[in-house]
């Protein structure tokens, strides 16, 4: 989930890295991923969120009209909690929620990792997301953040917390769409997760995971020379892009008829979508079929295509799009991977 605002930017090309200690955590079908904290361990499923750099926990804490209902860590409850005396925080996300609490420091571990870090502890929020259906443990905030967590930043995030223990700066995000399932890597690059080269964009926000994608094509067509700021965000479900961009592509769709009141290509459904290439400096991330295809709107006969036009510069890249490539978050170099996979 991204807070309000962000910056963006061009590109490099890309590298691997070979670890000597592998650490990885499992992504389920809702990108939460399970997360350990204090002793004896208290389980809960936290949003895994580029968008956001806070490592910020449901609490018992909450007044119990603030409560998701769902699982919820209790600081009384660990015996290797310490209340940071002083540090407080205050959250705000584009989708309308806002927390705000205090900070303790008690053990965290996220798959094979583990450490003692200072994270965000909940005390109250608006209520907004607070969903029992489906209740979120907190987010856990991967954003680039060059700063930290807390109102005056010097809090370290988790990924700052664990740079000591990687081999390299990084993380990478591989999520399956046929299996509902992924699979984030810490510290290095995975090559058989990938195929072909990894092309990469520099970021020079002081927080998001920003770039300028470099233009965009369908299908085998020629790449089209278009400048547009993105943030990606594993936090969000879906992923926009500028109005032009979804028309153009509506265009070579055999029966797309493009909606200029909702920004989006209608089609008929069952029938054939081409892909939709981004690209990133030199290289073409490819967007197949299966990730533009969707059943809203197939009452009607005519499906509306996942390609979303959004005006203005806060656009993002999502869950939608992210899963149809191998995604490199490379902290050390300040910049973004992307690398094609193959069918799901």
Known sequence: MLPPSFYAFALLVGHTTAATTKYSVSLDDT?????????????LSMIFDTGAGSLAAHSALLPANESSGGPAYDPAKSSTATL??????????????T?????????????NLKLRMAFEVATS????NNDASGPSGGDFGMSFAAAGMSDDYHVPTFLQAVR???????????????????????????????????????????????????????????????????????????????????KAYCSQVNGGTYDTGALTCRYPCGGPLPDFVIGVGSHRAVITEEYLKSSAGSSSGNCVSKLQG??????????????????????????????????S
Not at 125 to 128: D, E, I, M, T, Y
């Open 31 to 43: 990108w939460h991923v399970p997360i350990l904290l204090g002793k004896p361990s208290q389980s």
């Open 84 to 97: 940071v005396k002083g540090d407080t925080y205050t959250n705000s996300y584009a989708s309308g929620h």
């Open 310 to 343: 959004k005006e203005g510069n806060s656009v993002v890249f999502g869950q939608s799009f992210i899963q149809a490539q191998f995604m490199v978050f490379d902290h050390a170099n300040a910049r973004v991977g992307f690398a094609n996979k193959g069918s």
């Open 99 to 111: 927390g705000s609490g205090i900070v303790y420091n008690d053990t965290v571990s996220v798959g």
């Open 125 to 128: 929020n608006n209520g907004v």
């Open 164 to 246: 000591s223990k990687l081999d390299s700066f990084l993380f990478t995000v591989d999520y399956d769409k046929a299996s509902s399932q992924g699979n984030v890597d810490f510290g290095f690059i995975d090559q058989t997760r990938y195929t072909g080269k990894i092309g990469y964009l520099p970021i020079n926000a002081k927080y998001f995971w920003g770039v300028n994608f470099t233009g965009y094509a369908v299908g085998n067509g020629a790449l089209h020379a278009r400048i547009w700021t993105s943030v990606v965000d594993t936090g969000t479900s879906t992923t926009h892009v500028p109005p032009d961009v979804v």
